[in-house]
């Protein structure tokens, strides 16, 4: 059986880190695997435990779907992040090519390559990323401002993880 509450825990920690999604799996065959989107939270499942070929065939897993009631509050709130989240479909993620330590500056004590509100243009360095010893310098694939930085410096990133969101349009 699936603790609720832990599921919930997971899903706030997800919401609140630049992860898109997480799968855990457990030693009696249980799978859990979250995920999110930029727009909404995507639909949580939980998968039936893996069976033997001997055993009879799994149900289909029920839907996890955690919700709260609304308030008249609650729908304005809900209406004013679906406007951030249209407007923050309009911007371009620079994401991560591979898996490394985010840098923001060239190196310690110097000022960082770009902060949010900094305008910059193609080509230009953005954030190091050290692979295996190599500093691989990440440069901008379009010209614009920088709306978001969504790493730490000298903490680790993975392959696709969104490192910047530029606003092409200024």
Request: net charge negative; glycine share 6%; hydrophobic share 45%.
């Amino acid at each position: 059986m699936i603790d609720l509450r832990y599921v919930k825990k997971l899903v706030d920690m997800l919401d609140e880190s630049t992860v898109d999604s997480i799968e855990i799996s457990s030693d009696k065959g249980m799978k859990i695997r979250i995920s999110k989107t930029p727009s909404a939270r995507a639909a949580m499942h939980a998968v039936a435990p893996v069976m033997h070929a001997t055993h009879a065939a799994p149900v289909a897993p029920p839907a996890v779907t955690l919700a709260a009631p609304v308030s008249p509050g609650a729908a304005v709130a809900a209406a004013a992040a679906a406007a951030k989240a249209d407007a923050a479909s309009k911007l371009v993620d620079v994401k991560s090519p591979m898996v490394g330590t985010f840098y923001s500056k060239p190196e310690p004590g110097a000022a960082p390559y770009v902060q949010v509100g900094s305008t910059v243009t193609k080509g230009q360095v953005l954030c190091i990323i050290e692979a295996m010893k190599i500093m691989n310098e990440i440069e901008c694939e379009v010209a614009g401002t920088i709306r978001e930085i969504c790493v730490t410096d000298a903490h680790p990133v993975e392959f696709g993880q969104p490192l910047f969101r530029i606003d092409p349009n200024g």
